[in-house]
């Protein structure tokens, strides 16, 4: 068994596409960059060569930069909110009167004390002189019309 592990860890290790010289050494290593001055090359985060070349000053922020300063910080100013437009509930009664009267229907009134508008009206067409009944919704909407 130890035989055919070390064979694995060997197999790992130097069968590599890079160890086989398949792939190029530059391809797979860091990012560098190029010296102007002695054409050495470094890291790209290197901000300073070996030669002196300066290329770039790194720059890092103190505590008190970091902090907000107190000019930045605004007062929040409360907008007053929009004033609540209340919408107008027609009473389906008036709404089922607008409707059989546009679309000439018969409007019945029944007297009951039930808040149904089922119970409180029935309304009919005669076409044909057969006479047919209005069906209704809850808020007063006629959707169409059955025979008795």
């Known amino acids: 068994m130890k035989l055919s592990l070390n064979r ?3 197999r790992q290790r130097f069968h ?3 160890y086989l010289g398949l ?3 530059s391809a797979t290593s860091m990012p560098n960059k190029t010296c102007p001055e002695c054409k050495k090359e470094v890291h790209v985060r290197t901000s300073k060569c070996e030669c002196g070349n300066i290329f770039y000053t790194p720059t890092r ?3 008190e930069e970091m902090e907000p300063k107190e000019e930045e910080i605004k007062e ?3 907008v007053p909110s929009p004033p609540i437009v209340k919408k107008v509930i027609k009473d389906p009664a008036d709404i089922l009167q607008e409707e059989a009267e546009d679309l000439k229907y018969v409007l019945k009134t029944h007297k009951t004390k039930s808040k149904d508008i089922h119970q409180r009206f029935t309304i009919h ?3 044909n002189n ?3 009944n209005g069906i209704f919704n809850e808020s007063g909407k006629i959707i169409g ?3 008795d």
Request: no cysteine.
């Open 8 to 10: 694995q860890v060997i």
């Open 16 to 18: 590599t596409p890079q």
């Open 76 to 78: 929040v100013k409360k």
């Open 61 to 63: 922020k103190t505590r």
């Open 130 to 132: 057969i006479k047919y």
């Open 125 to 127: 067409k005669t076409i």
């Open 23 to 25: 792939i190029p050494s």
């Open 145 to 147: 019309i059955g025979q």
